[in-house]
């Protein structure tokens, strides 16, 4: 796993006597992302440069050195990510006649590429993966992203230069780059706690969307950028939901096995030391059994845990662990230790960004690249075999409110009134709060989602109240207007005759993109770690996903019914069956206590209005609930201040 980053200078905007020295501190902005080697390519009299740098993983030789060209020397690349069919395709390769000098997957791609052009090459990749292409005889730059977004790429033109690379940061050092905070960016990421794709936090920076590419060529100068889909997610859904598959249940659960049992297969080839996250849910408990079955030694197995009984998970997943006898590491993180980790998030995630498991799943990160290079996680279950209880929550409203929509009278009006909401939490604990170990602050929390879903009214209202932290960033940013996303805009959506698939398309779509795997990625890769995600096999795993009905996915009240089905072929249901946690810190405790004085400083109403970009009303008033114990509002208070952090991280 690597980073790159380059500009394409087509009417030399910038001396060219400079072009190397730039790009080189360009890729050294993202050294944490390759600390093994670095590497740059420029052509002068064409104003492209690419630059690199390398954490390596497959060919630890200087033949997988990048930027690497193509055997004949047309095709120039710098590419980050794994092609886990490389070996396969290498294979195909050599019977067409290619001959290959090293064993690396960047030469099996140039090779490809060469074979069957960029659009064929990409259909045939399995991996996660972005690259920067240079074609010396169509003097045209390709950039590419793989299909479910594992791997980020940014591109942007800025004063007639197009800059691009991994992460953000790469494009400070560029002289041409002149940032401008895109308000109505600012407005989404108020709404998720993350800016969905295309969008980034700045105006005319975009990301590449899953599954596309562009092409620029000189002529190109300061156009619209418009991406070319060699895959699609709806096409998959659609194809899935039309042809679902007929096997009975048996046989879906060894199918799944199989697919699962080689997706984990390919991704266990590494030159370099290898384990995985383990939490002791059904996700990263799946792949690290499913791991142990194919090695010969115990699988090196990570767990952060916490002392806060509510945000512990380490304890289950010592009981998995020592069941499948893996080599587990477990380390215990004191609250100081945590929020040591705060100051660096600005600088990890280059735009705002606070989904706050950000936190734990940086120091699982650090702890595992003690020992390992390599590690494999869980992400994307919960997306494929209805994990979330957003799904049930969502389901089970929808029933609520159609047994409402039935009622005589105004009663039904009535009881969607925010006077009768704000009783949903007395509610809730009268039915038990204790139940499966549910906090009355969990609930409580609950009830003021509940409250706010009871007031949508389509189906897709009611899951993006859901989903939304600030109701009406609108309001809250300053001279800011939320611009529409796939959550809003059903014109693209596939046919669906149940809305859970709907849910699960959508967080396919944004969510698993642009909060999850960005999340991993920068957590994992800020500490020079490649992370793999086997769920995410999107030629198959993903594929097989949407063709299975939904009733072999959420099954009464149970999520990920197959998964956990092959799961328990491995690993005893006993082990596994409790109350999904999530990966989180009590961000809403330590905004009371030992993060007070942080928060209040970001907070400041004059400071807020000194800056301009946010109305200080809601905010204060939120905040002053908070401290005063009345609400929990830490999601909405945490993207405030995650977005100061770096506001004030920018300005230094």
Partial sequence: MCGFTGFFDPSF???????AQIVKHMSDAIIHRGPDDDGAWVDENKGITLGFRRLAILDLTPAGHQPMASADDRYVMVFNGEIYNFGELHAELVSAGHSFRGTSDTEV????????????????FNGQFAFALWDRLENQLTLARDRLGVKPLYYGWMN????????????????????????????????????????????KVFKLLPGSYIQIKAEDLNKEITPQPYWSLEATVTNGLTHPFKGNEHEAVDELEDLLKDSIRLRMIADVPLGAFLSGGVDSSAVVALMQTQSSIPVKTFTIGFNEKRFNEALYAREVAKHLHTDHTELYVTP???????????????????????????????????????SLSGDGGDELFGGYERYFWTRDLLKYKHILSVLPGNLPSKLLTGAASKHFDVFWHALGSNQHGTSTQRLRDRMVKLAEMLGSNAPEATYLTMLSHWKDPNRLVQ?????????????????????????????????????????????????????????????????????LPLEYKIKGNISKWILRQVLYRHVPANLIERPKMGFGVPIDGWLRGPLKEWAENLLDEK???EQGYLNPAPIRQKWQEHIEGKNNWQYYLWDILMFQSWLINQNK
Avoid at 109 to 124: D, S
Avoid at 190 to 197: D, L, Q, S, T
Avoid at 518 to 543: C, I, N, Q, T
Wanted: proline share 7%.
């Fill in 13 to 19: 905007v910038l001396e060219t006597r400079s072009y």
């Fill in 109 to 124: 791609m140039l090779a490809a590429i060469l074979q069957w052009g960029i659009k064929g090459a990409l259909t045939r």
């Fill in 160 to 203: 007639r230069v197009l800059l691009f690379g991994s992460e953000l940061k790469s494009f400070k050092p560029n002289p041409v780059f002149s940032p401008e905070i895109n308000r109505d960016a600012l407005c989404l990421y108020m709404r998720h706690n993350y800016i969905p794709a295309p969008f980034s936090i700045y105006h």
């Fill in 336 to 374: 100081e230790e945590a929020m040591q980790v705060i100051p660096l998030l600005p600088t990890l995630y280059d735009e705002p960004f606070s989904d706050s498991s950000q936190i734990p799943t940086f120091l699982v990160s650090q702890l595992a690249r003690q020992n390992v290079t390599v």
């Fill in 479 to 547: 001279g800011g207007f939320e611009p529409s996303t796939v959550l809003m805009d059903k014109s693209g959506w596939p046919s669906f005759k149940n809305f859970t698939d709907a849910m699960m398309y959508l967080d396919m779509k944004s969510y698993l993109p642009d909060d999850i795997l960005a999340k991993v990625d920068r957590a994992s890769m800020g500490v020079s770690l490649e992370a793999r995600v086997p769920l995410l096999d999107d030629h198959r795993v993903v594929e097989f996903a949407w063709r």
């Fill in 607 to 609: 400071v807020l209005k």
